[in-house]
C-alpha cells in the first residue's frame, strides 16, 4: 500500500465518475471500487474482490446485469433501471461473460438477492468494447465503537449527561465554549463476532471451527476479529437516488457509514450566536474521505469512500468550537440513507449502530 495510513486504502475510489476514452471504445464505473480494467480477450468479464481481505469471491457472490433497451438520451435516463433489461439474473460473477460492443450502457448489481455477507451495490459502464473488470465488494461491520479524546488534556469526552464532560463540573452546567478544541475521533470494529465469520470454503459457517469458546490464534484473527473481514462503505442504488445529480461526493453514493452528532438545540450558523457550531476535519499529510452537513440539531460527518480498521483502529481528527448556549448530548455511529444528495433536511434516514453515550 503506498499510504502510510494503512487503515484507509488510498487506491480505492468510491462516488466518483472515471470515464477512460481507449480511441476503440470506453467504460465508467459509478460509484464503487474503480479499478483500472483491462482488456479483454473476448467477452466482458468480472472479477469481485473482497475490499479488506482482498480474496477473490467471485465464485460464490451473484451478480445481475441489465443493458438499455432503448436509445437514452437524458443523462436522468441512464439512472432508472426501467429503461433497462435485465439480461443476467443472480449468477455467480465468475460464470458471466457479456458482449458489450454493440452496448451503450451497462449496469451490474452485486448480491441482488442478498443470500451472502455482502452489500448489495450497483455500478454503471459505457459500452463500446470489452474488458476484463475488478469490483471490490463490502462486508459491512455489524458494530462500531467511538472513543471521542480531547487532545488537549488527553481526557474522554462523551455528552453532556458524562459527567466527566467539560459541560458538567461539580454538577454544574459550563458555557458550551468551554467544550472548544482539537479531538480525536478513533473508531474501532468488534474483535469478536458470531455472526457471519470468514472460514471454510465460502464461509460456510457450518464448517466453522467448532470451538468457539477457545478459538486458536489464527482462527481469532481471521475468522472472529471483524478488523480482519470488515469495513464501512457508500454504496449506490439507482432506485434510491432522488437527485439524479452526480457533482458532489454525496450525490454520487445514496447510502454511508456516518457519525451523528446531536446537540441541544437547533443549530445556527450566524456569528456570536449561542447556538453555533463550527467544526473542521483536521488532517496535515492528506484529506479524509468525509463530508460535513448540518441539519436541525445535528452534524452528520458522513464517510464517502470506504475505511477498514485492519491493522488497527480507524481514526481521524477535528476541532469544534461552541457557542455558548449549545453543547453536545450524543454521538451514534451508524448508516445513512442520502437520496438527495444531501441537499435538503432531512438528509434521510439513520440507523444507529452504536451510541457514545445514553443521555435519560
Not at 465503537?145 to 480531547?150: D, E, P, Q, V
Not at 457519525?259 to 438545540?265: P, V
Amino acid at each position: 500500500m503506498a499510504d502510510t495510513k494503512s487503515h484507509l486504502k488510498r487506491n480505492v475510489a468510491i462516488g466518483v465518475i472515471v470515464v477512460l476514452l481507449l480511441g476503440f471504445g470506453f467504460w465508467m464505473l459509478i460509484p464503487g471500487a474503480i479499478v483500472p480494467p483491462t482488456p479483454a480477450a473476448g467477452n466482458s468479464t468480472w472479477t469481485l474482490i473482497d475490499y479488506t481481505t482482498r480474496e477473490v469471491v467471485g465464485d460464490f457472490v451473484e451478480i445481475s446485469v441489465y443493458i438499455d433497451d432503448q436509445d437514452i438520451d437524458e443523462t436522468s435516463d441512464i439512472y432508472s433501471l426501467t429503461n433497462f433489461d435485465e439480461v443476467v439474473t443472480s449468477d455467480d460473477a465468475e460464470d458471466v461473460s457479456l458482449d458489450l460492443t454493440d452496448v451503450k450502457y451497462a449496469w451490474v448489481e452485486i448480491e441482488p438477492d442478498g443470500e451472502e455477507v455482502y452489500s448489495n451495490n450497483f455500478h454503471l459502464y459505457i459500452g463500446g468494447a470489452n474488458f476484463d473488470y475488478t469490483i471490490e465488494v463490502y462486508h459491512l461491520a455489524s458494530n462500531i465503537s467511538m472513543t471521542n479524546i480531547n487532545r488537549g488534556n488527553m481526557s474522554l469526552f462523551g455528552c453532556s449527561c458524562n459527567l466527566t464532560d467539560c459541560t458538567q463540573i461539580g454538577g454544574d452546567i459550563y458555557p458550551g465554549s468551554w467544550c472548544n478544541g482539537n479531538y480525536t475521533m478513533a473508531l474501532d470494529v468488534p474483535l469478536w463476532t458470531t455472526g457471519a465469520p470468514h472460514c471454510d470454503d465460502h464461509w460456510d459457517m457450518e464448517h466453522c471451527p467448532p470451538d468457539m469458546d477457545e478459538p486458536d490464534e489464527e482462527d481469532w484473527l481471521i475468522t472472529y476479529n471483524e478488523r480482519s473481514h470488515r469495513c464501512e462503505a457508500p454504496l449506490y442504488n439507482p432506485a434510491n437516488d432522488d437527485s439524479k445529480e452526480y457533482e458532489s461526493h454525496l450525490e454520487q453514493i445514496t447510502e454511508a457509514f456516518a457519525l451523528k452528532i446531536t446537540f441541544n438545540g437547533t443549530i445556527n450558523c450566524t456569528d456570536g450566536s449561542g447556538y453555533q457550531v463550527n467544526m473542521t476535519i483536521m488532517d496535515e499529510l492528506y484529506s479524509e474521505p468525509i463530508e460535513i452537513v448540518s441539519c436541525g440539531d445535528s452534524i452528520y460527518v458522513i464517510f464517502y469512500d470506504p475505511i477498514n480498521f485492519n491493522p488497527k483502529l480507524y481514526s481521524f481528527s477535528y476541532e469544534i468550537l461552541f457557542g455558548d448556549t449549545i453543547t453536545w448530548s450524543d454521538i451514534e455511529a451508524g448508516r445513512l440513507t442520502i437520496p438527495k444528495g444531501a441537499k435538503a433536511c432531512p438528509i434521510g434516514t439513520f440507523t444507529s449502530l452504536n451510541s457514545i453515550c445514553q443521555c435519560d
